[in-house]
């Protein structure tokens, strides 16, 4: 296991790692969350929170791990790329920020799953949904900055797949800036997301599988 090569556990976290943040995404939010409570009703989202059981509190763990996993994939892949690098470590740059920014919002809302009192819970929820939303707007660009570097480098499916994830990325990016002047489409905003996430997890897979035959 130790002496596995660069690309061949690249090609397998870029796999594993976009395709398990997005199965817990979906899990947590639409199957075990209450999909009733609107994003900016933040005292509702607290309560949801806190109520959450030891399974929902653990699988809320993951989603940051396995994008570490995705950003160091991302790392690996730079080096397949004959031209554009510096473009692409521009986007590997915020991709980072935006896993980053994952991690922290993710552990603002653990003191509420340990019992904090509910009476800051709602500026804990806030917080979250801001630094989430400020998090994936560049998370977004970065995105978007890999697909075409990575696009201009492939051909046939590989390069049509990075240009439909660019697409759906750009138009995700648009609904997020918006959303920053009017909170009223953050639900909107959140579904456009879940479906650039299914679809880059789609679109890694592909990615990954490339890089695992050069390993």
């Known amino acids: 296991?130790?002496?596995?090569?660069?690309?061949?556990?690249?090609?397998?976290?870029?796999?594993?790692?976009?395709?398990?943040?997005?199965?817990i995404f979906i899990l947590l939010t639409i199957i075990l969350g209450d999909?009733?409570?609107?994003?900016?009703?933040?005292?509702?989202?607290?309560?949801?929170?806190?109520?959450?059981?030891?399974?929902e509190t653990l699988?809320?763990?993951?989603?940051?791990?396995f994008l570490v996993l995705t950003l160091y994939g991302i790392s690996i892949?730079?080096?397949d790329m004959k031209s554009g690098d510096a473009v692409f470590g521009l986007g590997q740059m915020m991709f980072a920020v935006g896993v980053f920014s994952t991690v922290i919002a993710s552990a603002l809302t653990k003191p509420l799953e340990f019992g904090l009192d509910l009476s800051n819970g709602e500026t804990m929820a806030?917080?979250?949904?801001?630094?989430s939303s400020y998090g994936g707007l560049i998370f977004t660009l970065g995105t978007i900055l890999i697909a075409?570097?990575?696009?201009?480098?492939?051909?046939?499916?590989?390069?049509?797949?990075a240009y439909i994830t660019a697409l759906v990325f750009l138009v995700s990016f648009v609904v997020q800036l918006i959303s920053w002047v009017d909170t009223s489409i953050?639900?909107?905003?959140?579904?456009?997301?879940?479906?650039?996430?299914?679809?880059?997890?789609?679109?890694?897979?592909f990615v990954g599988r490339d890089l695992l035959k050069k390993a």
């Open 1 to 23: 296991m130790l002496t596995i090569s660069a690309n061949k556990l690249g090609g397998i976290c870029l796999i594993i790692g976009p395709l398990g943040a997005t199965i």
């Open 35 to 55: 999909s009733n409570i609107e994003p900016t009703e933040f005292s509702k989202a607290a309560v949801d929170i806190a109520g959450r059981t030891s399974l």
């Open 59 to 65: 699988l809320g763990l993951l989603p940051p791990i």
């Open 77 to 79: 892949l730079r080096s």
């Open 126 to 131: 806030a917080l979250n949904g801001a630094v």
């Open 148 to 161: 075409l570097v990575y696009a201009s480098n492939k051909e046939g499916g590989l390069r049509i797949g």
């Open 186 to 205: 953050w639900t909107l905003t959140g579904s456009v997301a879940g479906i650039s996430y299914i679809v880059v997890s789609i679109w890694n897979i």
